[in-house]
């Protein structure tokens, strides 16, 4: 019963907000599907899907290099080997994303060119560049948690049977960690397909990016960015579908 | 003498911030040496047998371990190839099956094939009664097999000495027998032993000298024999009426 009351109250806020776009009547004919106009708006929007993904899928991967690359030094017991990798998480951790992303696509050019190393980079590698440093803070993070999750002494017996550093990591420390870092990285990739909505200010091409192109033609802000939420939610729907499934396949692993 | 000395420990001292937990102690073995290191709860024991093999580091003083000192470039490392330790806790790897937990070492620390590491693995799980185990994981074998599985799992690496931290303190009663008698072999066969531990049965029946550690020093030490006869140190003495009371 309840169910349907929430619906209801959902519904009847949806039609206020309709009433209340552009000249105060419906607009829904920019996104309808049975005229070609509708079907072509709707086309151009949902043409920014394999941008957004992109970017998303190469800046989390980035990240997840990025990131164990800072937390493998932020656990060493030498303070001034630590020290970088906390300076740089907490650094790191404190940028908006969004002067980050003006900064690394305006000024980072300039930067490289009075180094002497001429670079140009274009929308789509400046917000992946943005995206993998900001996030990588916090895969950083994951990782350290993950790694000191396991007792001292399983690095203690696997350096006592001789193996080195990175093969105590290798063999001994990240198959063992990765069961607790990989749903929470899996969780940085939604808040990372999020955040790609701003790669739409330096002129990408994706979801975003599109929906704004739209609203400037036809001026229908109301049906065309509630059309845009949808599209964020099927595909964050998608991937925590994805995510579940990863925490209940390590969880149950814990238990064999 | 010097020669066939394997471990010089010389007036080691160290600390956890304020708190001296060494105070130079010096202590030497020589090969084939069975020592069995005993005292009160955060004396120091284990500290001092994790400096042996660089899992501590200490403040001062000197470690020798078969020639090579801990404190030259690269010296750890090479100490570490020659030492074996086992743990309080087994340590075993638990995403690994037994028999991998026996050929990670030797594979990856010693370049061994895998059908050599794995011939060689069951030789010594064969020497502490365990060969049906191998393609167990760790967490389906009881205490006293864990331990045995830790023990063979330091010996495929072929140590000259072998450290052991209270090796039977975390096992049910009807276990310690089964790892002790695995220890005691090893030391029929003439392995250097450093072992924590308060089975002083076993000290009886092992040790070549006993060494009585409190408040991080070398109180006392001597042969078991003249220890359990007559303690030199009133100390000494109030711990072993302690310990054996029970
Ligand atoms: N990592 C550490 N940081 C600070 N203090 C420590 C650390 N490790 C050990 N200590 C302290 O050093 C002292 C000696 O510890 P150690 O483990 O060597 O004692 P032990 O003789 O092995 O005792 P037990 O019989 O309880 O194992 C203890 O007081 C302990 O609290
Ligand atoms: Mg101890």
């Not at chain 1, 920014?48 to 980035?62: E, K, M, R, Y």
């Not at chain 2, 931290?165 to 310690?176: F, G, N, V, Y």
Request: hydrophobic share 45%.
């Amino acid at each position: 019963m309840t169910r349907f009351f929430k619906i209801w109250i959902l519904l009847g806020a949806c039609l206020f907000l309709a009433a209340c776009s552009g000249d105060g009547t419906w607009g829904w004919y920019v996104i309808d599907p049975s005229t070609p106009a509708g079907q072509s708006n709707i086309w151009f929007l949902v043409g920014g899907f394999w941008a957004t993904i992109q970017l998303s899928l190469i800046a989390t991967v980035l990240s997840m290099t990025l990131g164990l690359l800072v937390a493998l030094p932020g656990m060493s017991s030498n303070r001034w080997v630590r020290l970088p990798s906390r300076v740089y998480i907490e650094f790191v951790r404190a940028i908006p994303l969004l002067p980050m992303l003006f900064w690394v696509f305006y000024g980072l050019p300039v930067v490289m060119k009075s180094l002497g190393f001429p670079i140009t980079i274009d929308a789509f590698w400046g917000a992946i560049i943005t995206l993998a440093i900001s996030d990588s803070a916090f895969t950083a993070e994951i990782y350290r948690s993950g790694i000191q999750s396991i007792p001292k002494g399983q690095t203690e017996a696997a350096r006592t049977v001789g193996l080195t550093y990175s093969q105590t990591m290798r063999y001994v420390i990240l198959p063992q960690a990765i069961r607790r870092i990989l749903p929470p990285l899996a969780n940085q990739f939604i808040y990372i397909v999020k955040m790609s909505a701003f790669a739409s200010v330096i002129g990408m091409q994706e979801l975003t990016r599109r929906a704004n192109e739209l609203v400037v033609t036809e001026y229908r802000p109301l049906e065309i960015y509630t059309l845009l939420i949808l599209e964020y939610l099927v595909l964050v729907l998608i991937i925590s579908f994805f995510v579940r499934w990863l925490e209940r396949k390590m969880g149950s692993d814990e238990n064999r | 003498m010097t020669a066939d000395r394997v471990i010089e420990i010389a007036s080691l001292n160290k600390s956890f911030g304020d708190f001296q937990v060494l105070t130079n102690v010096d202590l030497n073995v020589s090969l084939g040496e069975r020592i069995v290191i005993c005292g009160p709860s955060g004396s120091g024991k284990s500290t001092l047998i994790r400096c042996v093999n660089g899992l501590e580091q200490y403040d001062s003083g000197s470690i020798t371990v078969d020639g090579i000192s801990l404190s030259e470039p690269g010296g750890v490392d090479r100490v570490r190839a020659e030492v074996g330790m086992v743990f309080q806790q087994f340590n075993l790897f638990p995403h690994l099956s037994v028999i991998d937990n026996l050929t990670l070492g030797p594979m990856k620390a010693r370049g061994l094939s895998r059908k050599d590491a794995e011939a060689q693995a069951m030789e010594y799980l064969e020497r502490v009664k365990i060969p049906e185990q191998a393609r167990k994981r760790p967490r389906d074998l009881s205490g006293g097999q864990q331990q045995r599985v830790a023990i063979a799992r330091s010996l495929c690496m072929k140590p000259k000495i072998m450290l052991f931290d209270e090796p039977t303190s975390a096992l049910d009663p009807e276990m310690i027998s089964e790892v002790l008698d695995v220890m005691v072999e090893l030391a029929r066969d003439g392995m250097t032993m450093l072992v924590v531990t308060h089975e002083m049965g076993f000290a009886r029946k092992v040790a070549d000298r006993m060494v009585f550690m409190d408040g991080g020093e070398i109180v006392e030490t001597g042969t078991p024999a003249e220890v359990f006869e007559a303690p030199k140190t009133q100390r000494f003495k109030t711990f072993l009426d302690k310990i054996l009371q029970h």
